[in-house]
């Protein structure tokens, strides 16, 4: 008498490999997304906001409306200092991304030029998908260092 073993299918390395890849992926963004937490309620989405020491009034305006998805774009920002004159020479660095999946702009936009009167044109930006982004600005000028930070939904 033969004993006949039944024989199950071995899935090949490569779709091993492929699921695990899946799995490690899915309990790393699960984790990302617990750490990161998620979005506040109280969210402020103005486009004029006082900087965070109240050093600086701001206000921005995209040259593209509605704001673009997967398209370079250029802002006009308004600075105001804190007695409401223009801001006339300042440094200013623009940052930002997606504090729910912890990822920078896709972009290093920049201010590129000073128009006058407190403002500045800011190249370069992009936002490549839906959701909640942030961009910050630091503004330095006359040894005064301040920021401000704007939300958006997208």
């Known amino acids: 008498m033969s004993v006949k073993s039944e024989s199950k299918p071995v899935p090949s390395s490569r ?30 989405y103005s486009t004029t906001r006082l900087s965070d020491k109240g050093v600086y009034k701001v206000t921005f305006f995209s040259l593209s409306d509605p704001l673009p998805l ?17 801001l006339e020479e300042a440094a200013i660095q623009v940052a ?7 990822h920078g702009l896709p972009t290093q936009p920049q201010v590129t030029e000073n128009l006058g009167g407190g403002d500045y044109l800011v190249e370069g930006m992009k936002f490549q998908m839906p959701g909640w982004w942030v961009v910050r600005l630091s503004i330095s000028s006359g040894g005064t260092t301040d920021q401000v930070t704007f939300n958006l939904q997208l």
């Open 15 to 44: 779709a091993a490999v492929s699921l695990a890849f899946t799995a490690v992926f899915f309990l790393l963004a699960c984790s990302l997304a617990v750490a990161m937490g998620s979005k506040p309620s109280d969210v402020d």
């Open 70 to 86: 997967n398209k370079i774009h250029s802002w006009r920002l308004h600075v105001e200092k804190a007695d409401g004159g223009p």
């Open 96 to 102: 930002g991304g997606m504090p729910q999946h912890g």
